[in-house]
């Protein structure tokens, strides 16, 4: 991703419903946005990251604002997830690192209310498609924690490699905590990610749990 290909939008026909990804509006969704997260509080709070020395939050305008200009300067891919064109969670891949890396690393959440459709498992293949295809991105990881049951089997279910725990890898909920590396290299995938949902969804070998990880991780924005 070079500068300039921000901002992007995907959608797709899904379950009898459009699914989508696509950036937050600094003004136009500050509303929504706003409830959807004062909705969930107890629902993402055992997964919100914290910072150990704690700074200022920005604004939501402010902080749509500075994930924009991340995302123009090639180091962020900051979507908001949509189905049937509400605001249902976030898909983000971030710390993209280009030159001999060329890698990033996705986060995502979903509301609680929309949870139970398997629509994480599908936004999360439709950005990673995105990002080994257009992006032309090596290597992709999730880091979950071994508690987190339900973003694991997600993991596990859509082939990510499990590369083993990182201890202590992330501030979340107040403390430092384990999390385990799962890994996929573009060269991997056979097809794409979105046909292998469809696939495991086919035989009925995927669940429709859907999933919350770490989502402050993504950039905090307080509703303000």
Known sequence: MGPGTWPVTLRRRYRGGELGLRPLH???DL????????ANRRWTGPWDSTNPYPEPALGFKAA???QNAEARAGRLLP?????????????????IVRGAQQGGTIGYWIGERFA?????????AMAADHAFGVERLHRLEINVRPDNANSLRVVEKLGWRDEGVRREFLHIDGAWRDHRTFALLRHEVDGTLVQRVQNL??????DTVDTVDSPQRLGRIDPV
């Open 201 to 206: 969804e086919r035989s009925g070998s995927v």
């Open 79 to 95: 979507w908001a997830m949509t189905w049937n064109g509400a605001l249902a969670g976030q898909v983000h891949i971030f710390t």
């Open 116 to 124: 139970g459709h398997g629509l994480t498992p599908m936004a999360v």
């Open 26 to 28: 600094p003004r136009r």
């Open 64 to 66: 749509v604002k500075e």
């Open 31 to 38: 509303q929504e946005w706003s409830a959807l997260r004062a």
